[in-house]
């Protein structure tokens, strides 16, 4: 069962992968492209969990938490960036 | 192995199993809602929302899977911290995209925050809004 | 907000967090980790000394638990109704800016409100008025006002299960108030 399930999980998270590559390639603005970046990566960590499922050990946990540490970080740091520099012209 | 035994290992493999299905479909939930979403703002709620189901789901196929107690604290733990930690995101990238009119007018029903905003920006003051 | 020291007893329950992630971390519970991790925890809670925390002072576990289990079948519910969203309605879905006054001043409850609501249904916050305690959130799916009045209902209910797991005694009294007036 768990080759037929690596197999279905495998072709979905593609599809998914893709959908966001497409939202960061054509999002209109930089905030899209944050939110789909950030989506990537928790693809990329789902892709991470269901490796350990499968295979039966832990050694990707540490990498599953510092992947939600750069998504968190980096959506918060580009976030403040945005309102910050477009803040002055309609201040000035 | 008596057979028993057999059948318990077969119904926890095939709930984990489910769960790493569903749980990757909620990945795919999430980059159908960041295509079709019209906004910025519809589509941080599907950045968010199904993101933190599918970790969940996908910590319990990791945690059934290896079948000893003490991998649950560590899952649990992993499962706080993107539930602390995803709202903080989603508000920052909504305030930002706020504040930088990332909004399309025609497909709001109702701002309230509008007139506020209008309101401290006329003042440059404390604003008491009910 | 001044910067009094804490008691430690109103220091104890994020100590003791700190001393579950710790274990959870090294995922070994055995007494002498345990023990280590605590006075780990003490060293940095004294180092790295942040703006304290303004516990209730309670904490009710009898109404802690059905408000876990209901959020985890919101969030749940949420996913799927933006897969539903997502693939039925698309370009076409209708939202709001909804403000949404709360009871409570305290900011630990503002800021757990405002993270329930960001994971349930149909909600996420986008501006925090922090002198009035108002909440603005942005509402998917909100197509009129009755929308908009369920969606506000909908906070304020979350709100108040919150003040009964660990509001003050006061906020607990005054929403019993209201909830018999």
Redesign the interface.
């Known amino acids: 069962m768990m080759p037929l399930v690596l197999t279905i999980t495998a072709v979905v998270l593609s599809l998914a992968a893709g959908g966001a590559i497409i939202r960061i390639a054509r999002g209109p603005s930089l905030l899209d492209r944050v939110l789909a970046s950030d989506v990537l990566l928790a693809i990329l960590g789902a892709a991470l969990c269901i490796d350990m499922a499968v295979n039966r050990h832990l050694n990707n946990l540490m990498l599953l938490v510092s992947i939600s540490i750069i998504g968190f970080v980096g959506s918060v740091t580009v976030a403040r960036f945005v309102a910050d520099r477009r803040k002055q012209p309609d201040e000035s | 192995m008596n057979p028993d035994q057999m059948s318990v290992d077969a119904v926890i493999d095939a709930v984990s199993a489910v769960f790493m299905v569903v749980g990757a479909l909620m990945s795919l939930g999430a980059a159908i809602g960041l295509l079709r979403f019209p906004d910025l703002m519809s589509r941080m709620h599907a950045a968010t929302k199904p993101q933190v189901l599918g970790l969940f789901l996908l910590l319990c196929a990791v945690g059934l899977q290896l079948r000893t107690w003490w991998v649950w604290p560590v899952l649990v733990v992993a499962w706080i911290f993107q539930l602390l930690t995803v709202p903080v995101s989603a508000h920052m990238v909504g305030r930002a995209g706020y504040r930088t009119k990332h909004l399309h007018p025609e497909l709001l029903s109702a701002d309230e925050l509008e007139a506020v905003v209008q309101q401290a920006a006329g003042e440059h003051g404390f604003t008491d809004d009910k | 907000m001044t910067r009094q020291r804490v008691s430690l007893r109103q220091e104890l329950p994020l100590l003791v967090w700190l001393v ?2 710790w ?3 090294w ?3 055995s007494p002498g980790n345990l023990l280590f991790g605590a006075l780990i925890a003490v060293v940095v809670a004294r180092l790295l000394y942040l703006p304290p925390v303004e516990l209730g002072g309670r904490f009710n576990v009898l109404r802690a638990i059905p408000f876990a289990l209901g959020f985890l079948a919101k ?2 519910a ?2 799927f ?3 539903f ?3 039925v309605r ?10 949404v ?1 709360l009871r409570s001043r305290s900011d630990l409850l503002v800021t757990a409100t ?2 329930v609501i ?2 349930i ?2 909600s ?4 925090v ?1 922090r ?2 305690s ?1 909440l ?1 959130i ?1 509402g ?1 799916n ?4 009755d ?2 009045d369920k969606l506000r209902k909908e906070v304020r209910e979350t709100e108040a299960g919150l003040i009964r797991i660990m509001g003050t005694k006061a906020e607990l009294s005054a929403l019993n108030q209201e909830v018999g007036a």
């Open positions: 579950i992630v274990g959870a971390l995922q070994d519970f969030v749940v949420a996913s109704q933006v897969l969203l997502a693939v698309g370009p076409r879905v209708i939202s709001a800016v909804v403000a006054p405002g993270h960001s994971l249904p149909g996420v916050v986008v501006e008025d002198s009035t108002t603005y942005h998917i909100v197509r009129d006002a929308d908009a």
